[in-house]
């Protein structure tokens, strides 16, 4: 290893700065430059803002180049960084996974210096970075195989004082849906990391595979109305309108929750996401293409719930997941 990772420039320093925050090389990749914003005001809140970590999930680096247009007009105190690319060897492959080690960056943390480059951009974030924020909004898309509402996510935390304080900045984005999701492979996830240090984090998710317009302008209004609840920027925070609705409801999924195909084939849906479903009501239908002779399968609510994630007609294999299910909760 040639060098420790380093910032190209004062994180410190008063006002906008814009650098790079740079992964030594190894012997799987030359040296990797991310651009880094820093937007230094003073006391208050230290909020960090990362997009691009699953590199199939473009709405993050688009919205967080969008702040960092207004934030310079818009914030009055306190401290943000956005680092609208963590992974670009995964953005530039539109690949989940950084096509170089095969690694998920968000199951890479908190990294390692002598790793493979996915492990040594986690270790460059979580030295230079993560120390210099009290919040952290992580800006995901559901990826091209699911529809999701736009939705800020957080996973269920041991520490029930840091669980409520996630939730209530969860729903400071007053996006069309806060999710709580109990999920099991957590470990090496930029969420974990950063909770364990006793610090908020909130991932914010969107469904679908394309980029639209209608979508981004949501998720960017949701950014702002978390910065206005932080106290970074000024301004009332408004619900975006989703489907000719302004409203936000907080839900909670456990791995239970989860409709998993029975066999191979083609999953139709036959409902959307924040539809209210009763027991027996139909969710999707499995079509098996491996013979004309094997029947289509029905996909039936097991409970009355609220539908907060449903596959958008992919093909899937047998036991993958096809839809989740949710309701209501108050934390
Ligand atoms: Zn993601």
């Not at 690319?85 to 095969?102: E, F, I, K, Y």
């Not at 849906?269 to 094997?294: F, N, T, W």
Request: charged content about 20%; overall charge negative; glycine content about 8%.
């Amino acid at each position: 290893m040639s060098e420790a990772p380093h910032l190209t420039f004062d994180l410190d320093a008063a006002g906008v700065s814009r650098g790079h925050l740079v992964v030594p090389a190894g012997a799987d990749c030359e040296e990797l430059s991310l651009p880094v914003f820093s937007l230094n005001k003073g006391k208050g809140p230290r909020l960090l803002v990362t997009g691009g970590c699953h590199g199939n999930e473009l709405e993050g680096p688009i919205v967080a180049r969008r702040l960092m247009g207004w934030l310079p007009e818009a914030q009055t105190c306190g401290r943000v960084i956005v680092l609208p690319v963590l992974n670009p060897l995964a953005v530039q492959a539109w690949s989940r996974n950084t096509p170089v080690d095969g690694l998920n960056l968000n199951r890479s943390f908190p990294g390692r210096a002598e790793g493979s480059v996915t492990e040594r951009i986690a270790d460059a974030v979580s030295r230079l970075l993560l120390p210099m924020a009290d919040t952290v909004f992580d800006l995901h898309s559901f990826g091209p195989t699911w529809d999701l509402p736009p939705a800020s996510v957080t996973h269920p935390i041991a520490d029930a004082d840091l669980m409520a304080k996630t939730v209530r900045m969860a729903e400071a984005f007053k996006f069309p849906m806060t999710l709580v999701w109990e999920y099991h492979d957590t470990l090496g996830m930029f969420d974990t990391l950063v909770q364990n240090q006793g610090k908020v984090f909130v991932c914010a998710e969107l469904g679908g595979g394309t980029v639209g317009s209608e979508a981004l302008t949501i998720y960017e209004a949701g950014v702002r109305n978390a910065l206005i609840a932080l106290g970074l920027v000024e301004g009332k925070a408004e619900y975006p309108t989703f489907r000719h609705q302004k409203s936000s409801q907080t839900l909670e999924t456990l791995s239970s929750d989860e409709l998993k195909s029975p066999v191979q084939g083609i999953f139709e849906p036959r409902c959307s996401v924040l539809d209210e479903v009763k027991q027996g009501d139909l969710i999707g239908i499995l079509h098996p293409m491996y013979s004309l002779s094997a029947e289509s399968i029905d996909i039936r609510a097991p409970n009355t719930s609220i539908v907060c994630a449903i596959r958008s007609g992919a093909h899937v294999d047998a036991d993958q997941g096809v839809a989740l299910l949710s309701r209501p909760v108050n934390i």
